[in-house]
């Protein structure tokens, strides 16, 4: 399966153990993860500014994210589909990836529930999901 995590997941997975390093951990192993610049630069600056990890760790993981994700430029996106639009560049990254799924907790973006054959989820239905698969 295609994925777009949402920053908010992988920053989560760094700060805690918990649900979001698990469904991390599995989309890394067993999915093709996607991402963009403004998505790893968004999750660069919230391990830093966020959770406070020093910046060698945050290059770290940048580092990871980029040799084990695709890394695509998000099409445009219209600009009324999304309520906030700093929401905009990863609706447009699962267009571009033809993503199947988008993992997220951020509600602006959960009440869509779809964007045309991507479902929008949290981890928790995401993990869910997976495990009735």
Same mark, same amino acid.
């Given at each position: 399966?295609?994925?777009?995590?949402?920053?908010?997941?992988?920053?989560?997975?760094?700060?805690?153990?918990?649900?979001?390093? /698990? $469904?991390?951990?599995? *989309?890394? &192993?067993?999915?093709? %993860?996607? #991402?963009?610049?403004?998505?790893?630069?968004?999750?660069?600056?919230?391990?830093?500014?966020?959770?406070?990890?020093?910046?060698?760790?945050?290059?770290?993981?940048?580092?990871?994210?980029?040799?084990?994700?695709?890394?695509?430029?998000?099409?445009? /996106? $219209?600009?009324?589909? *999304?309520? &906030?639009?700093?929401? %905009?560049? #990863?609706?447009?990254?699962?267009?571009?990836?033809?993503?199947?799924?988008?993992?997220?907790?951020?509600?602006?973006?959960?009440?869509?529930?779809?964007?045309?054959?991507?479902?929008?989820?949290?981890?928790?239905?995401?993990?869910?999901?997976?495990?009735?698969?």
């Amino acid at each position: 399966m295609k994925l777009v995590l949402d920053a908010n997941v992988v920053v989560a997975a760094f700060a805690s153990h918990g649900l979001c390093e /698990a $469904v991390f951990e599995l *989309c890394l &192993d067993s999915h093709h %993860l996607l #991402v963009s610049e403004e998505l790893l630069g968004e999750i660069y600056r919230n391990l830093r500014e966020k959770i406070g990890l020093p910046e060698s760790t945050a290059g770290q993981i940048d580092g990871l994210l980029r040799d084990t994700c695709e890394l695509l430029t998000p099409l445009p /996106a $219209v600009t009324d589909v *999304c309520r &906030d639009p700093d929401d %905009l560049h #990863v609706i447009g990254l699962a267009a571009a990836g033809n993503a199947d799924f988008l993992i997220t907790g951020d509600n602006d973006l959960l009440i869509l529930k779809n964007i045309g054959r991507c479902r929008i989820l949290t981890p928790r239905q995401f993990a869910d999901f997976i495990h009735k698969s």
